[in-house]
């Protein structure tokens, strides 16, 4: 069983230009979330999504920053006119359910560097 | 969700069982205690969660004081690549926002050949 998958695992991007990081969850996992860790922070809860739902985007910064995960393919987090404060690794968990104990288990990672 | 305390970093050998502990004593009765462990450059890895009985998996064994004030995370026989951040969390039933996890800033456990 596959676990959570990430790609790229490496992404380097000018100021200014777009970021797309993917997420496939875990097989039979329909909720998704993405987290992100600053240099030398730890991990802070950016959205929480369903299929073709956003549930929870509370930790996303208002602007320039949106997230999807549509009914057939990957999640996706979507970084416009990306800043140096962008650099940063973003992680996506899954997890089968939601609202009850349900584990989420965690992708290894994007590494954003913005030049 | 109810704040935890961590020691910054421990020390253990390899071979050695490592006993991580975790203070916890603002966490309500339907709140769950959960360990992940992030190794360099990796995503958080899940070891386990309880919510009062003493629970063990093929990963580590996971010790809650009978008050649920403090817990231990136990690593049998760490290995040199049981080296990592280990979080301790709190985590709500149900309800609310409890499917955002509180990452805080854990304890570096580095095992020594």
């Known amino acids: 069983n596959a676990g959570v998958m990430q790609n790229p695992r490496h992404l380097v991007r000018r100021r200014g230009q777009e970021a797309r990081l993917r997420c496939s969850p875990m097989?039979?996992?329909?909720?998704v979330y993405w987290y992100r860790q600053l240099p030398e922070e730890g991990l802070k809860f950016m959205v929480y999504?369903?299929?073709?739902?956003?549930?929870?985007e509370s930790g996303m910064p208002k602007e320039r920053f949106s997230a999807e995960f549509p009914k057939e393919g990957p999640s996706i987090l979507r970084i416009q006119q990306v800043v140096r404060g962008d650099s940063a690794a973003y992680f996506c968990?899954?997890?089968?359910?939601?609202?009850?104990?349900?584990?989420?288990?965690f992708g290894p990672g994007t590494r954003l560097t913005v030049l | 969700d109810a704040k935890t305390t961590q020691p910054t970093s421990m020390d253990c050998a390899e071979g050695r069982a490592a006993n991580l502990p975790c203070n916890h004593s603002t966490i309500s009765g339907n709140e769950y205690v959960y360990w992940y462990r992030q190794i360099h450059s990796q995503g958080p890895q899940y070891i386990i969660h309880?919510?009062?009985n003493n629970e063990t998996n093929e990963m580590a064994s996971l010790i809650i004081t009978e008050d649920r004030k403090s817990s231990t995370l136990i690593l049998p026989h760490a290995t040199l690549r049981d080296t990592a951040v280990y979080y301790c969390?709190?985590?709500?039933?149900?309800?609310?926002?409890?499917?955002?996890?509180?990452f805080g800033k854990g304890t570096l456990l580095t095992v020594n050949p």
């Open positions: 969390i709190v985590r709500v039933a149900s309800g609310g926002s409890n499917y955002k996890l509180t």
């Open positions: 968990a899954s997890s089968g359910l939601a609202g009850i104990t349900d584990t989420q288990y």
């Open positions: 309880g919510l009062k």
């Open positions: 097989k039979g996992h329909s909720h």
């Open positions: 999504l369903q299929k073709e739902n956003i549930i929870d």
